[in-house]
């Protein structure tokens, strides 16, 4: 079979370092294993436009591996153009990039990673409200410059202890993030999901739900993203919805750039409206050099803690999708179940509740 992957670039970073699993350098550590079952394995970061290497690979590959990190975006397009393909395979969680719904219809599968990566983001997303909180990047910025000016970084640091804290999306990272808070003692822990979490958990971690997402951004000090990207939750974090927000709260979002409108909260932060924004994703990947979200600042210039997208791709996380990824292909090849958990698409129909209400 023709595999195609689309993997980000490592240079150097991923000669000196083989643990960089998911690079075009260091292929998910499949290709030998692969080649020894006679299947072709194509690797590329190549991956806009028509003359692409994605683009040109796509149209007789009969499986494809992509990762959100660098994101091979399968559009529907694609999709009617890609007459062999039978397996998407998301080497991480979160297949946003690929158009699920043409896949329901052409049969094509989709599988994850499910739970490879959900603690490395998780402790990134706490991580975040840290440094959101506390004001820690204007901070760390003074000492560089070589000033020292305590008031200048004071004036706007926190502490978390008595903050609400709510998580838009409470499954498996959202979970986590709830269960690393506990020791913080926070005001009030809070979730805004479709689906409530079984009773035990809720208890567990004393997680109060909030059923109208208005009436729970209002409550909320802290918004922590942790809903995949679909048709229900693109631009949810819009303008209107950021009137509703407290103001000068803080948002972290870990789960997808395109969840929020990105010139609303470049916008609000800005107007001081949110006081810090913070997380790895963007609407697109790479994102372009003049990216609003690179350079945004609340009005006494602080609150930004964006970084490119690896809360996931931690060499942990890494060694776990590539792992997975293997187990899924040994599976297809051999005909046998794939892990129920994994299956985002199955054979022409959603195997999972987590990508909107159907
Ligand atoms: P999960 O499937 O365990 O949980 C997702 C939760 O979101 C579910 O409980 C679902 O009911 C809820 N949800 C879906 N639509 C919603 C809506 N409209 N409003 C409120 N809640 C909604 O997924 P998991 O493992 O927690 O991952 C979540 C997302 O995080 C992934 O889909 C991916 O986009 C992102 N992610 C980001 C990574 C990174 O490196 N930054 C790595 C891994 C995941």
Redesign the pocket.
């Known amino acids: 079979m023709k595999v195609l992957a689309i993997l980000y670039k490592g240079g150097s970073a991923a000669e000196q370092e083989p643990r960089l699993l998911g690079t075009i350098e260091n292929q998910l550590g499949i290709r030998d294993w692969l080649e020894s079952q006679g299947h072709t394995l194509i690797v590329t970061d190549d991956k806009e436009g028509p003359n692409s290497v994605f683009q040109k690979n796509i149209v007789d590959a009969d499986i494809l591996i992509t990762t ?2 660098h994101p091979g975006y399968l559009t529907g397009d694609l999709v009617s153009k890609a007459k062999n393909l039978k397996l998407c395979v998301t080497a ?5 990039h690929i158009d699920l719904n043409a896949c329901v219809d052409r049969k094509i599968q989709v599988l ?1 990673v ?5 603690v ?2 998780a402790e ?1 997303v706490v991580m975040s409200i840290l440094l959101l909180v506390r004001n820690f990047v204007p901070a760390h910025e003074m000492i560089e410059r070589g000033d020292w000016m305590v008031s200048e970084v004071a004036r706007n640091a926190f502490d978390l202890e008595g903050k609400v804290v709510g998580t ?9 993030v709830l269960q690393r808070l506990l020791p913080f003692n926070c005001k009030e822990l809070l979730y ?4 409530a979490l079984p009773a035990d958990a809720a208890k567990a971690v004393g997680a109060r739900r909030v059923e109208d ?1 208005k009436d729970f951004v209002s409550q909320c000090d802290v918004i922590t993203i ?5 048709e ?2 693109r631009g ?1 974090v819009n303008a209107e919805l950021l009137k509703h927000v407290k103001k000068g709260a803080w948002i972290v979002n ?3 750039g395109a969840i929020c409108d990105k010139d609303a909260i470049a916008e609000a932060l800005k107007a001081g409206q949110i006081n810090g924004y913070a ?3 963007w609407n697109v990947q790479p994102a372009p050099k003049d990216h609003p979200w690179r350079t945004m600042k609340n009005p006494i210039g602080g609150g930004n803690g964006m970084v490119p ?5 931690t060499l942990d ?1 890494q060694a776990r999708y590539a792992a997975g990824t293997k187990s899924i292909l040994e599976n297809f090849f051999n005909n046998k179940p794939q892990e129920p958990a994994n299956v985002i698409v199955g054979i022409g129909k959603y195997e ?6 159907r």
């Open positions: 959100p990190f991480g969680v979160g297949s946003d994850e499910t739970g490879s990566n959900v490395s983001v990134h838009l999306g409470a499954g498996r990272i959202g979970y986590r805004y999901d479709y689906a997402l942790n809903c995949p990207l679909h229900g939750t949810l870990t789960a997808r997380g790895d994703v997208h690896y809360s996931g791709t996380a999972t509740k987590a990508y909107g209400q």
